[in-house]
């Protein structure tokens, strides 16, 4: 069995379907680990870079792999054909680089599993947007934390690529975000705040401290950021305040 570190682990745990693909796979430790645990019946591997492209082909046949991951060098979801899979996930990146692959995709699969290194809510923003459900989240510990999310398609998407989604009636309201404080919900993960995870209170805590000395300047960011993270920490102490 493949071993993965924590944060690839906790993404293994929001992927289950019989063909995935994952962009960007590096040397394709988690296609590997995804279908030697079940998981997946069968992976694309999409790599653009020579040098990991090759690892990554050594590391499958070497495993015995080869029928059930197929290693492709391209670009995000250039080497797909539509509709070939059912689910995709993209890790260890930026959460603009993510947000490029996603916006250039000419179609996307149902479900997405996305992990960037920082600013999440860049990713949650695109999917309350772009009529995908976040349908779990995880918070992983690693150098720092990492946040993991699963997305699935609602039953009336956006459609990809359209400059302006509020000219559409407007996808399905996620219901992930019921109840809670929105803004602070999209930065901090709705899942996360309603599961109290304590990973998220030790984070929300600490970005207090370090906006609290920032606060003098009245920069409307750092005054954005301050409410937001009151708000998270609020709901976490006091739900009802919100309920409706």
């Known amino acids: 069995m493949t071993n993965l570190d924590p944060r ?12 995935h693909a994952d962009i960007g796979s590096d040397h394709a430790r988690l296609p590997l680990a995804l279908v030697q645990s079940g998981r997946c019946k069968w992976v694309v591997a999409v790599e653009l870079n020579p040098g990991p492209l090759e690892v990554a ?3 499958v046949q070497r495993a015995g792999s080869s029928q059930h991951i197929d290693v492709r060098q391209g670009d995000g979801f250039g080497p797909l054909a ?52 976040l349908r779990d989240e995880r918070l992983l510990p690693g150098f ?8 699935e398609r609602a039953s009336h998407p956006i459609p990809f690529g359209d400059p302006s989604p509020a000219s559409h009636s407007g996808p399905v309201a996620d219901p992930a975000y019921q109840g809670l404080p929105l803004a602070a919900a999209l930065r901090w993960g709705p899942h996360l705040l309603r599961a109290r995870h304590p990973l998220l209170r030790q984070e929300l805590l600490r970005q207090q ?6 606060l003098v300047h009245q920069r409307p960011e750092v005054l954005n950021e301050w409410a937001q993270v009151n708000a998270a920490l609020r709901w976490l102490d006091e739900p009802s305040v919100f309920s409706v």
């Open 209 to 214: 401290r370090r906006l609290q000395g920032l």
């Open 57 to 59: 082909r050594q590391n």
């Open 144 to 151: 720092w934390n990492y946040t993991a999310l699963r997305l």
């Open 82 to 133: 539509a509709g070939e899979v059912q689910s995709a996930s993209i890790t260890g990146m930026g959460s603009n680089t993510i947000l490029s692959i996603l916006q250039r995709a000419a179609w996307l699969p149902p479900a997405l599993v996305l992990q960037p290194n920082a600013q999440a809510q860049a990713l949650r923003h695109w999917a309350y947007q772009h009529g995908y459900h």
């Open 8 to 19: 690839l682990q906790g993404v293994l745990h929001l992927i289950r379907a019989d063909r």
